[in-house]
């Protein structure tokens, strides 16, 4: 018994005080902050953390923290010619090789990235990345396993990678633009198998190769394929939720951390935010696109629209944008930027009008917030969707917005009372969990540094070629043996008709000639 008791305290704290890699790539604000409760959280557990990323946690309490700053890379996102316009899935595709080049070379060519990559003393126990998969030179270099995160469901590519199901009907991959995933058109069809198939091949023909070759660049030595590294991946751990996502069949090695590893302890809000807040009589909208839609992504006229319609209804408006030169009614305040989170947790605040990022859906439906959604780009579309469908908001289209259609859309919302309670409804499925966001991704951080990895959880799937996971191969075989099997039953028939007709032939012909 003794033992076995000490047996279960040594693989608990075996894993204490561990060596954690974690590499945010994507420079986006919504990307990184997702993870810094986890980052945080790690270290009150004991574990050091090296945090390469954009958006580093500048905190002197946090001892065992060590920071490199990435966001240099930003530029690489500035240098897509997407961004600050509208784009379609196929333009992000098309544009996404130029993109991951740009954004590989700036992470790597960061002397402390080169620094660290070169010291032969350096020892990681895991690495944790981010999406992209340049981050897996780490574990290669340093020998440790890796654990994938999300913020957003997993790539397609990534759940391809691990033998999870990636149909692209019953799980359509996340940017694809689909009406209503339960009763899709034979146009989206073909989108969606069109789309899917192009990300996975090319993730690997032109994708992975494109930041093998800029990896090489920068190191100056040979990096194992992307492709292959990426199949020793212990662990994928997403922000998916059935609330938000369509339900795919996953391995035991894909965790969903689900409703909100950023959801934040509250913090009292800025004075004169209080103020407003506080004391008004009516009911307040809290209006903000997020970080990634910016204000030249709409123009002057459209802008005018939403200010002359927030005049012209009973309730006071919250606004967060970067919008100029234009006259701001009495009942709305501005700000560039606001504390999202707890300006949604105010009892005040009834509506929230959102272009449908994950993070925003989930603070909105954490605080019971119905919403009004115009989704502009990637998965704002699907998300929209899905909240929707759940009851708990209404959509306004991109090129639909004027004050009418603006003014019903938050009447609708505001005046009925089936949002609030369908979004309170959501709120308890989402937090009806056995445990919490955060400790389910520390339990299976630790659960990896335990076993060294997780190698019992990987499918057979991860280990085949495409066309044997397909069937390819023996629905080949067995269309060829009956192919064979048809041309050899024919043969015989023929000969036998052909011995036949001579015999029996040549007995009429004789008979005949008899009778004659
Ligand atoms: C930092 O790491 C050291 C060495 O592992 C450990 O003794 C110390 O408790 C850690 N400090 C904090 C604040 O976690
Ligand atoms: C990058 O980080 C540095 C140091 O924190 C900061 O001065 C700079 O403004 C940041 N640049 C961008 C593009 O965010
Ligand atoms: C790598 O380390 C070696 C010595 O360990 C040093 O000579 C070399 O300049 C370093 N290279 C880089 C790119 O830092
Ligand atoms: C994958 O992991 C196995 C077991 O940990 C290891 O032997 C192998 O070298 C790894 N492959 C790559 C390409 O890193
Ligand atoms: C606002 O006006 C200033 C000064 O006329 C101009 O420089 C700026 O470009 C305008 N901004 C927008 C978004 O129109
Ligand atoms: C502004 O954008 C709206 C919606 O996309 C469009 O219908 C309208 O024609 C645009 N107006 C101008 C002046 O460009």
């Known amino acids: 018994m003794s033992s076995v008791i000490f047996t279960i305290l040594c693989s608990l704290c075996f894993c204490e005080g561990a060596k954690i890699l974690a590499v945010v790539s994507t420079p986006s604000y919504s990307h990184q902050v997702y993870f810094h409760n986890l980052w945080r959280e790690l270290l009150a557990r004991g574990h050091h953390v090296t945090l390469i990323s954009t958006e580093p946690i500048y905190d002197n309490d946090l001892i065992n923290l060590t920071n490199i700053n990435i966001n240099a890379t930003y530029d690489a996102v500035d240098k897509m010619k997407l961004m600050g316009k509208e784009f379609s899935m196929w333009q992000l595709i098309n544009q996404f090789e130029d993109f991951l080049r740009t954004s590989t070379k700036l992470h790597f060519s960061h002397p402390e990235v080169k620094k660290l990559l070169n010291d032969s003393s350096a020892h990681f126990d895991l690495v944790i990345y981010e999406l992209v998969a340049s981050s897996l030179v780490y574990s290669w270099k340093f020998s440790c396993p890796s654990i994938l995160v999300s913020s957003l469901d997993s790539s397609l590519e990534d759940h391809f990678i691990l033998g999870n199901s990636f149909h692209p009907l019953v799980t359509p991959e996340q940017n694809v633009h689909i009406a209503d995933p339960e009763k899709i058109s034979f146009l989206e069809k073909l989108v969606s198998i069109t789309y899917s198939v192009s990300c996975i091949s090319f993730m690997y023909t032109k994708f992975y190769p494109a930041a093998e070759e800029e990896i090489k660049k920068q190191l100056g030595y040979d990096v194992p394929s992307l492709w292959e590294l990426s199949r020793n991946i212990s662990l994928i751990m997403d922000a998916t939720n059935p609330i938000f996502h369509n339900i795919r069949a996953v391995g035991p090695n894909t965790i969903h951390i689900g409703s909100g590893l ?255």
């Open 262 to 516: 950023h959801i934040n302890k509250p913090k009292s809000l800025p004075e004169d935010l209080k103020d407003f807040l506080d004391n008004s009589p009516v009911p307040v909208v809290y209006f903000s696109l997020g970080t990634n839609v910016k204000g030249n992504l709409l123009n002057q006229t459209t802008k005018a629209e939403f200010y002359k319609a927030f005049s012209e209804l009973p309730y006071k408006f919250l606004v967060k944008v970067d919008w100029e030169n234009l006259t701001i009614p009495k009942n709305v305040k501005v700000a560039r930027w606001l504390p999202q989170q707890d300006v949604l947790r105010h009892a005040n605040v009834k509506l929230f009008i959102t272009q449908g990022g994950l993070q925003s859906l989930q603070e909105a439906v954490t605080n019971a917030i119905p919403m009004v959604g115009i989704p502009f780009f990637g998965d704002q579309f699907q998300n929209v969707q899905k909240i929707v469908k759940r009851g708990i908001a209404v959509k306004l289209h991109r090129h639909e917005i004027s004050k009418e259609t603006i003014k019903n859309a938050i009447t609708k919302v505001l005046t009925d009372p089936t949002y609030k309670q369908k979004v309170e409804e959501m709120r308890d499925l989402m937090y009806d969990e056995p445990m919490t966001s955060l400790d389910k991704a520390i339990w299976w951080i630790e659960y990896v540094l335990r076993h060294k990895g997780a190698p019992l959880f990987k499918s057979n799937a991860a280990n085949m070629p495409m066309y044997e996971y397909l069937m390819l191969d023996v629905i080949g075989a067995v269309l060829a043996f009956l192919i064979v099997l048809s041309v050899f039953i024919k043969l015989i028939y023929k000969s036998l008709k052909f011995i036949l007709s001579r015999l029996i032939g040549g007995y009429f012909v004789k008979s005949k000639k008899k009778r004659d």
